[in-house]
């Protein structure tokens, strides 16, 4: 198995809503990223996740919250989020410490109403 | 700190045309360099990579050499297709690896029958 999957796909929620965006991987990577994309711009790093441990917050809003139950599986958590927070969102994996050729999911189609 | 310039584009080419999208890069010693394609509609997708001076890196007709004396990684296909029609970004990591990808603007590239 040689890729990262991301469910769901697409997804609209309102500013009141909770919900969950989930990425797996088996391809044993020990680290985790978060992208968020915005139309015809490069991805922006939120969070990554080394050896299922937060690594890095690129100071992102704690409407965003990042979990790694374990080292397949990554969440991002999303509550009160803005219309501005309306974007693809990516998750990659690595084999970790100086592997550094990421492997890109799918992504996950956010509007936010 | 680190930085991918590269040409932004969009770029309309007919089929067979020859493609360059230009890349150069600042950073310190060596780091590891990427291109990355995005299809209409998906993630992100690792096209070619080098990780040290002289390396050509190869994959589906495209090609990049990593220059280190001009600090470039320019992307070539000798003959695109409809079917290249996406978006291009180069990319850097740090030398010795780095959780982190450096990631240039973005070219969109179209292509014609």
């Known amino acids: 198995d040689t890729e990262v999957t991301q469910t769901p796909k697409h997804l609209v929620m309102g500013m009141t809503n909770k919900k969950s965006l989930k990425c797996e991987q088996h391809?044993?990577?020990?680290?985790m990223y978060w992208y968020k994309q915005k139309a015809k711009k490069p991805p922006e790093l939120m969070f990554v996740?080394?050896?299922?441990?937060?690594?890095i917050n690129e100071s992102v809003p704690s409407r965003f919250s990042p979990e790694c139950p374990n080292s397949s599986l990554l969440n991002l958590h999303l509550h009160a989020l803005q219309p501005e927070d309306s974007a693809l969102y990516l998750c990659?994996?690595?084999?970790?410490?100086?592997?550094?050729?990421?492997?890109f999911g799918p992504g996950t189609r956010l509007t936010v109403l | 700190g680190d930085s991918v310039t590269q040409m932004e584009g969009p770029v309309t080419l007919s089929e067979e045309a020859f493609l360059t999208i230009n890349c150069t890069y600042t950073?310190?010693?060596?780091?590891?360099l990427f291109w990355y394609v995005q299809y209409p509609g998906e993630g992100l997708q690792l096209l070619l990579k080098a990780t040290k001076a002289d390396d050509k890196g190869s994959n589906k007709g495209f090609e990049a050499t990593y220059r280190k004396e001009t600090t470039s990684f320019h992307l070539e296909k000798g003959s695109v297709q409809v079917s290249d029609s996406a978006v291009y970004f180069c990319?850097?990591?740090?030398?010795?690896?780095?959780?982190?990808?450096?990631f240039g603007k973005g070219m969109k590239l179209t292509v014609n029958p």
């Open positions: 990319a850097l990591s740090e030398q010795g690896g780095s959780e982190k990808l450096v």
């Open positions: 950073a310190t010693g060596y780091p590891s």
């Open positions: 990659a994996s690595t084999r970790g410490h100086s592997y550094n050729e990421q492997f």
């Open positions: 996740y080394s050896y299922e441990k937060l690594s």
């Open positions: 391809m044993g990577h020990r680290a």
